[in-house]
């Protein structure tokens, strides 16, 4: 079985072909692993066809590919929003496609997710949409405040505290929504097309917050198809085609 994996230490993709380098690989800290995953949807729609994939952790690793590839659906499948037709989804050491209810939050705790299109509230300040999440999980008011100030600075908001969206530029508006994917300090953070509406100058922002949070340890896996951008920097990259993964050539 052919298994994509990426590898720190040459931060190259890299493609292994032997249980064996497999079973080396496994030993290494893997924080993602995929095996054998496909995905139909109820349509019948193929968005995943015989994904393997590895990811150590404090990797920071680009899925690329055109609109349509499957780019979405595989960083679904690794925070449970979507569930696997076939295969395994290892994350954090949990079978994803198997928790359910109170499991299921507790696994989303420790992932951050950044979306393209923010998802923020906008009858909420940037602090109120930071501390969302962590109000929900029952945190006090000083634990909150104690978390909201770093991830505020860390993304350079903290004067920006009680704006409302409607007031902040696109780039500003996907900080917050960083700060709030990082808020309560996630092993791996995951962004899905993270620079898809914005600026050469704010998407570069925004990479560089990435980097800053892998420097930390977190595991960063970031979806685009800014070819630019992935160039720029030097990051191991995988690619989708026609939903399945290729190594980036
Ligand atoms: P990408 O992120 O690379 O644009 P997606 O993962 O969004 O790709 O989509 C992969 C394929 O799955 C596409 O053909 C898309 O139309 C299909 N798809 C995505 N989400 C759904 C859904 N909820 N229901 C049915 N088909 C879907």
Same mark, same amino acid.
């Given at each position: 079985?052919?298994?994509?994996t990426?590898?720190?230490?040459?931060?190259?993709?890299?493609?292994?072909?032997?249980s064996e380098?497999?079973q080396h690989n496994r030993?290494?800290?893997?924080i993602?692993q995929?095996?054998?995953?496909?995905?139909t949807?109820?349509?019948?729609?193929h968005a995943?066809?015989n994904?393997n994939?590895?990811?150590?952790?404090?990797?920071f690793l680009?899925i690329?590919? #055109?609109?349509?590839?499957?780019?979405?659906t595989?960083?679904?499948l690794?925070? $449970?929003d979507?569930? !696997?037709?076939?295969?395994?989804?290892?994350v954090?050491?949990c079978?994803?496609a198997?928790l359910? &209810?109170d499991?299921?939050?507790f696994?989303r705790?420790?992932?951050g997710?950044v979306?393209q299109d923010?998802k923020?509230?906008?009858?909420?300040?940037?602090a109120e949409?930071v501390?969302?999440?962590?109000?929900?999980? &029952?945190?006090?008011r000083?634990?909150?405040q104690?978390r909201l100030e !770093?991830s505020l600075?860390l993304v350079g908001l903290?004067?920006?505290?009680?704006c409302?969206p409607?007031?902040?530029s696109?780039?500003?508006q996907?900080r917050?929504? *960083?700060a709030?994917?990082i808020? $309560?300090? #996630? !092993?791996?953070?995951?962004a899905d097309? #993270?620079? &898809?509406?914005?600026? #050469?100058d704010?998407?570069?922002?925004? *990479?560089q *917050?990435f980097?800053k949070?892998n420097?930390f $340890?977190v595991?960063? *896996?970031?979806?685009?198809h800014d070819e630019?951008?992935v160039?720029?920097?030097n990051?191991?990259?995988?690619q989708?085609?026609e939903?399945?993964?290729e190594?980036?050539?």
């Amino acid at each position: 079985m052919v298994v994509l994996t990426t590898q720190k230490a040459t931060d190259k993709s890299v493609l292994t072909q032997n249980s064996e380098t497999k079973q080396h690989n496994r030993s290494v800290a893997v924080i993602v692993q995929l095996d054998s995953v496909s995905k139909t949807y109820a349509n019948g729609c193929h968005a995943l066809v015989n994904i393997n994939l590895e990811v150590q952790k404090g990797e920071f690793l680009f899925i690329t590919g #055109p609109s349509g590839s499957g780019k979405s659906t595989l960083l679904k499948l690794l925070y $449970g929003d979507e569930s !696997p037709t076939q295969g395994d989804v290892i994350v954090n050491e949990c079978n994803v496609a198997a928790l359910r &209810g109170d499991r299921l939050s507790f696994f989303r705790r420790r992932i951050g997710v950044v979306f393209q299109d923010y998802k923020l509230i906008s009858r909420r300040t940037v602090a109120e949409n930071v501390s969302v999440v962590l109000k929900a999980q &029952g945190y006090t008011r000083q634990e909150i405040q104690r978390r909201l100030e !770093p991830s505020l600075k860390l993304v350079g908001l903290l004067s920006k505290a009680e704006c409302f969206p409607e007031y902040l530029s696109g780039g500003e508006q996907q900080r917050v929504g *960083i700060a709030r994917a990082i808020v $309560g300090t #996630p !092993p791996i953070l995951l962004a899905d097309e #993270p620079t &898809g509406n914005l600026d #050469p100058d704010n998407s570069w922002q925004v *990479i560089q *917050i990435f980097q800053k949070l892998n420097s930390f $340890g977190v595991t960063v *896996i970031v979806t685009t198809h800014d070819e630019q951008l992935v160039r720029r920097c030097n990051h191991p990259v995988v690619q989708m085609r026609e939903w399945r993964l290729e190594r980036k050539s």
